[in-house]
T-cell receptor, first 108, second 114 residues
Framework: KNEVEQSPQNLTAQEGEFITINCSYS?????LHWLQQHPGGGIVSLFM???GKKKHGRLIATINIQEKHSSLHITASHPRDSAVYIC??????????FGTGTRLQVFP | KAGVTQTPRYLIKTRGQQVTLSCSPI?????VSWYQQTPGQGLQFLFE???????NKGNFPGRFSGRQFSNSRSEMNVSTLELGDSALYLC?????????????FGQGTRLTVV
């Protein structure tokens, strides 16, 4: 069983919609990362969180340590946001464990 | 400044051969970590090097090995290639140890084993 669960697995949206992607993990972590992967493979690190909330442009990431849950929000979605979004957590073993990813398609 | 550079971008090898992949981190970064991505297993951590020392290793057989040089460049080697080793291999660099600071990923090396 994957120690990091993401939902939904696939998501389609119309341009302008508000999008939420969820990530849950099983035990205490020291950090959580949100990554974006476009077709072709390149990965971009969006956020690294250990508590609270971070915002960058139209992207917002939150983490609730007590509930072992993080969300990635995209406001005013755009077709260029179409990508796979991956949650990764760092447990005390220092290894990064990845979720299975959420494939997002935003249509004009 | 230049990003993380992985070479080669594409590679085709035959079963039983060995392969070496290279990763040049962002200047000043001391941590390099490697990952394997396959359609079936998703992204999996291979290992991390920090200041020329392996800090962590994922659950991969001993055929997978790596090293880091004094200039922080890292190489990953896979010996006795199997068909299942076909994957996208990604490396990431960070200033501090993996997880403590933001990681920057390369474009990956797509390895096909035939």
């Amino acid at each position: 069983k994957n120690e990091v669960e993401q939902s939904p697995q696939n998501l389609t949206a119309q341009e302008g919609e508000f999008i939420t992607i969820n990530c849950s993990y099983s035990v205490g972590i020291s950090a959580l990362h949100w990554l974006q992967q476009h077709p072709g493979g390149g990965i971009v690190s969006l956020f690294m969180l250990s508590s609270g909330k971070k915002k960058h442009g139209r992207l917002i990431a939150t983490i609730n340590i007590q509930e072992k849950h993080s969300s990635l929000h995209i406001t005013a979605s755009h077709p260029r946001d179409s990508a796979v979004y991956i949650c990764a957590v760092r447990y005390n073993t220092d290894k990064l464990i990845f979720g299975t990813g959420t494939r997002l398609q935003v249509f004009p | 400044k230049a990003g993380v550079t992985q070479t080669p971008r594409y590679l085709i090898k035959t079963r039983g051969q060995q392969v070496t992949l290279s990763c040049s981190p962002i200047s000043g970064h001391r941590s390099v970590s490697w990952y394997q991505q396959t359609p079936g297993q998703g992204l999996q951590f291979l290992f991390e090097y920090f200041s020329e020392t392996q800090r962590n290793k994922g659950n991969f057989p001993g055929r997978f090995s790596g090293r880091q040089f004094s200039n922080s460049r890292s190489e990953m080697n896979v010996s006795t290639l199997e068909l299942g080793d076909s994957a996208l291999y990604l490396c990431a660099s960070s200033f501090g140890p993996l997880g403590d600071t933001e990681a920057f990923f390369g474009q990956g090396t797509r390895l096909t084993v035939v």
